[in-house]
């Protein structure tokens, strides 16, 4: 199956800052790459989303690129906020809708 | 639209119990999932469902089964509770299986079994 990695685990910036949280999937097949934010005690929500056609998508402050070739997509946030600090969750998923989500990444942004 | 829905909120087990976690949508969504999330371990995918009548194993499928008996439900069956399925439990829907999109979730059960 699909072997979806995430990091960094924890990450601190000052506000104002940028971002980034990296992951690599395993299966070349994976076409559908979204990114999720889960706030303490709620559920997880998309904050987007790329296919494998696209190697970019920006959504005011939040950006996804994604390298096919090696396997791996970002998560970039600009001008970061305090309402920004909360889990990510990268996930990877093909055809037939399976997700394999990453371990998620602690974002907490110091006002 | 309620969107997707879970019962109960919370719920405390003995082991050896049985017990069914309820998901509902109101999407007409194709396809629905259960996952589990533990601490440091994401989320990962227990059974899936493409369709009514149609069920699938995810990642961790032990000691659940699942059935899709309508479009609208997915419920989740514990089937002798064991203090290591002491996990939070989100049910999420999506529209398609064939061309994969934005899962909803609900809004979790935190199960505790002792």
């Known amino acids: 199956g699909e072997n979806v990695e995430q990091h960094p685990s924890t990450l601190s910036v000052q506000e104002g800052d940028s971002a980034v949280i990296k992951c690599t999937y395993s299966?070349?097949?994976?076409?559908?790459f979204p990114w999720y934010k889960q706030e303490l005690g709620k559920r997880p929500q998309l904050i987007i989303d790329i296919r494998s056609n696209v190697g970019e998508k920006k959504d005011q402050r939040i950006a996804v690129t994604l390298n096919k070739t090696a396997k791996h997509f970002s998560l970039h946030i600009t001008e970061t906020q305090p309402e920004d600090s909360a889990v990510y969750f990268c996930a990877a998923s093909k055809p037939g809708n399976q997700f394999y989500f990453g371990t998620g990444t602690s974002l907490t942004v110091i006002p | 639209n309620a969107g997707v829905t879970q019962t109960p909120k919370f719920q405390v087990l003995k082991t050896g119990q049985s017990m069914t976690l309820q998901c509902a949508q109101d999407m007409n969504h194709e396809y629905m999932s259960w996952y589990r999330q533990d601490p440091g371990m994401g989320l990962r995918l227990i059974h899936y469902?493409?369709?009514?009548?149609?069920?699938d194993q995810g990642e961790v499928p032990n000691g659940y089964n699942v059935s899709r008996s309508t479009t609208e439900d997915f419920p989740l069956r514990l089937l002798s509770a064991a203090p290591s399925q002491t996990s939070v439990y989100f049910c999420?829907?999506?529209?398609?299986?064939?061309?994969?999109?934005?899962?909803?979730f609900g809004p979790g059960t935190r199960l505790t079994v002792t």
């Open positions: 999420a829907s999506s529209r398609g299986h064939t061309l994969a999109g934005e899962q909803y």
């Open positions: 469902s493409v369709g009514a009548g149609i069920t």
């Open positions: 299966d070349s097949a994976s076409n559908y």
